[in-house]
């Protein structure tokens, strides 16, 4: 795997639309794919994720392949680098990750049957919570399901950390769309190798086009 980091200065990211700017996630999402010119966007292989470090944009995309530096990125602000084997085989890591957390809730119809298609919504409460006779899962419990979901498991002598991020708004053909983010951080514990990797290299949870479900880590010594 490659993981490339690159800094984009807020004047570059302040840019007009029509002058390739960053109006928002969706742009962003349009301006990563400048990096994987030769591959069809149905065959989308990387994560990526975006932090305001203050100064300017951190952009962490992660790939199986190197991308091209974009124009809009300064040759200076743009480094790749493939990642030791090893480095998925530590039995624990400090982690953070950023997530679109969402429940599907069972709707019904006029006659009380069962929909097809439920309805997705976000999660924004870190307890459970009962809403008309029904459990919602909070946060902590999304964290803690997916994890055991993909290999890991959250240290107990370690607090999860769970810290709300701006609400995403953002424009795809013409139509208006939202992200809930959150960002998770603390200690892990890998269970299944296999599975670890697996959530590594392909993500956790939705949106991922949108920069969410990188896990980024750090191994340590417990």
């Known amino acids: 795997m490659i993981l490339t980091q ?45 932090d305001d470090t203050g100064q ?18 300064p040759s200076t602000q743009w480094e790749s680098k493939a990642m030791d084997a090893n480095f998925f085989h530590h039995p624990a ?3 953070s990750l950023v997530a679109n957390p969402t429940v599907k809730l069972v709707i019904h119809d006029e006659h009380g049957q069962r929909k097809k298609n439920g309805k997705r919504v976000p ?14 899962p909070g946060l902590e419990t999304w964290m803690q399901r997916k994890a ?24 795809k053909q013409g139509t208006v ?18 599975l670890f990797e697996q959530a590594v290299t392909q993500g956790i949870g ?8 990188l896990l980024c880590l750090s191994p340590i010594n417990l």
């Open 123 to 136: 999660l924004i409460h870190r307890e459970d919570k009962v809403i008309d006779g029904r459990t919602i």
């Open 148 to 171: 055991a979901q993909h290999g890991f498991a959250i240290h107990p002598d370690h607090p999860l950390r769970i810290d709300p991020r701006p609400e995403q708004t953002f424009i």
């Open 206 to 213: 939705s949106a991922k086009a949108f920069g969410f479900g």
């Open 177 to 194: 769309g939202k992200h809930q983010a959150t960002e998770f951080s603390g200690v892990l514990t890998v269970s299944d190798q296999a």
């Open 93 to 95: 890591y400090h982690f």
């Open 56 to 73: 300017d944009f951190r952009l962490l995309i992660l790939s199986p392949d190197p991308p091209t530096r974009p124009d809009w990125c």
């Open 6 to 50: 690159a800094h984009i200065p807020y004047d570059i990211a302040a840019r007009a639309w029509k002058a390739n700017g960053f109006r928002d996630s969706y742009a962003w999402h349009q301006r990563i794919w400048e990096a994987f010119p030769n591959q069809p966007k149905a065959n989308r292989n990387f994560l990526t994720r975006l």
